[in-house]
T-cell receptor
Framework: NAGVMQNPRHLVRRRGQEARLRCSPM?????VYWYRQLPEEGLKFMVY????????ESGMPKERFSAEFPKEGPSILRIQQVVRGDSAAYFC??????????????FGEGSRLTVL | GESVGLHLPTLSVQEGDNSIINCAYS??????FIWYKQESGKGPQFIID?????DKRQGQRVTVLLNKTVKHLSLQIAATQPGDSAVYFC???????????????FGKGTSLLVTP
């Protein structure tokens, strides 16, 4: 039973390029969350998606960032025209259901983005 | 401990001693709390959770204490082992969407270093 799979694990981009981060949730999980972690800081909520729907994106910057979770395939976090401040670890988590029992939130190993 | 600048609070303990990691949360309406362990280069792993109608919960070698009056959580690790060295985060559940959309709000984290 594979866990949450994220790829790429490491991504290097130059300023102005695009970054695409992928997340395949655990089997049977239809709820996906993306978090960003800056060095020596906690995880900051970005966006919560269910299949084909963005439920809440209040933690996501208004410009350059977008997320999707299509009916088929992984969830994708897309960052356009990256800047150095986007350098961080991006974690995806999945859950089998919504609700306050988010102890059932399972995290992937993260994608580490470095912007040169 | 208190954080200074960008440095994580650090707790250094000797192998075999008990560890206590503290966390203050912000939202008095939060009713569910989780402790996560994050090893270097990996995603957060669930350790133990507690609901607001409890003030103590025990797991294997770990105990979480909740003081709602002062909005304080602590994680106690008994007989600390080298494998316990990691960053520990507390997280509170926050409602982000009226359709039962919940996300986790993470604290800054404490780095636990276990010395032989």
């Amino acid at each position: 039973n594979a866990g949450v799979m994220q790829n790429p694990r490491h991504l290097v981009r130059r300023r102005g390029q695009e970054a695409r981060l992928r997340c395949s949730p655990m089997k049977g999980h239809s709820h996906v969350y993306w978090y960003r972690q800056l060095p020596e800081e906690g995880l900051k909520f970005m966006v919560y998606l269910q299949k084909e729907n963005i439920i809440d994106e209040s933690g996501m910057p208004k410009e350059r960032f977008s997320a999707e979770f299509p009916k088929e395939g992984p969830s994708i976090l897309r960052i356009q025209q990256v800047v150095r401040g986007d350098s961080a670890a991006y974690f995806c988590a999945s859950s089998p259901r919504a609700g306050p029992n988010t102890g059932e939130l399972f995290f992937g190993e993260g994608s580490r983005l470095t912007v040169l | 401990g208190e954080s200074v600048g960008l440095h994580l609070p650090t707790l250094s303990v000797q192998e075999g001693d008990n560890s206590i990691i503290n966390c203050a949360y912000s939202n008095s309406a939060s009713d569910y709390f989780i402790w996560y362990k994050q090893e270097s280069g990996k995603g957060p792993q669930f350790i133990i959770d507690i609901r607001s109608n409890m003030d103590k919960r025990q797991g294997q070698r770990v105990t979480v204490l909740l003081n709602k009056t002062v909005k304080h959580l602590s994680l106690q690790i008994a007989a600390t082992q080298p494998g316990d060295s990691a960053v520990y985060f507390c997280a509170e559940t926050v409602l982000i969407n009226s359709n039962s959309g919940y996300a986790l709000n993470f604290g800054k984290g404490t780095s636990l270093l276990v010395t032989p």
